[in-house]
């Protein structure tokens, strides 16, 4: 029955001195008007570039464990940094049998509707990477055909570009890759945003 659906909301704010208030508001008056009794509030206070959240870490991880079934957020922006951290993290979910629901988006992944529209999300999210990897071999090309002389880009290379483009920060990447954070720093500075490199 929907009324035994143990539900999760997640709350974020950027700055500790605004309110996650609206937010609770508006999704308790959807859980309720749903039938819902929700278990749990995750409220993070921090950007959403940065991935140090520790309410969103819990969230992941209650989910993990089989604790709740229906996670509920205002805004798809609220808990994603990009669009393929939000194919990566919806993908987990149905694989643990956890459903989503962004209120705001419309976007509800107890639907068929919903469901097709993940579907869709994860096309473009393929399609976004292909995009950004073309851009990058043409900067290659660029920085080539100027008589910039270029190395086989390292495996690394590639790992820290595809970080760079979830939105995890220098010393996340480092950390993960286990490389030193000046490595990090020269393909920043290699890959301005638009995904060129730099031939200067």
């Not at 609220?78 to 209120?103: A, H, N, P, Y």
């Amino acid at each position: 029955m929907a009324s035994e659906k143990r539900i999760a909301l997640y709350v974020r704010v950027s700055t500790s001195d605004q309110s996650t208030e609206l937010q609770l508001r508006e999704l308790n008056q959807f859980t309720q008007a749903r039938g819902w009794t929700t278990i749990k509030v995750y409220e993070d206070k921090a950007t959403g570039t940065n991935g140090n959240r520790p309410l969103l870490k819990q969230l992941l991880s209650d989910a993990r464990q089989r604790k709740i079934d229906v996670v509920v957020i205002w805004k798809l922006d609220r808990l994603f940094r990009s669009l393929k951290d939000l194919i990566s993290t919806l993908q987990e979910f149905t694989e643990l049998g956890v459903d989503f629901i962004s209120l705001k988006d419309n976007i509800d992944l107890t639907t068929s509707s919903g469901r097709l529209m993940m579907h869709m999300l994860g096309a473009f999210a393929e399609f976004e990477a292909s995009l950004i990897k073309e851009r990058v071999r043409a900067g290659l090309r660029n920085a080539k055909a100027k008589g910039k002389r270029l190395g086989r880009p390292k495996k690394e290379f590639w790992a820290i570009l595809e970080m760079k483009h979830k939105g995890l920060s220098v010393k996340d990447i480092s950390k993960r890759l286990g490389v030193h954070q000046a490595t990090v720093y020269r393909v920043f500075a290699k890959t301005p945003k638009n995904g060129s490199l730099n031939s200067q």
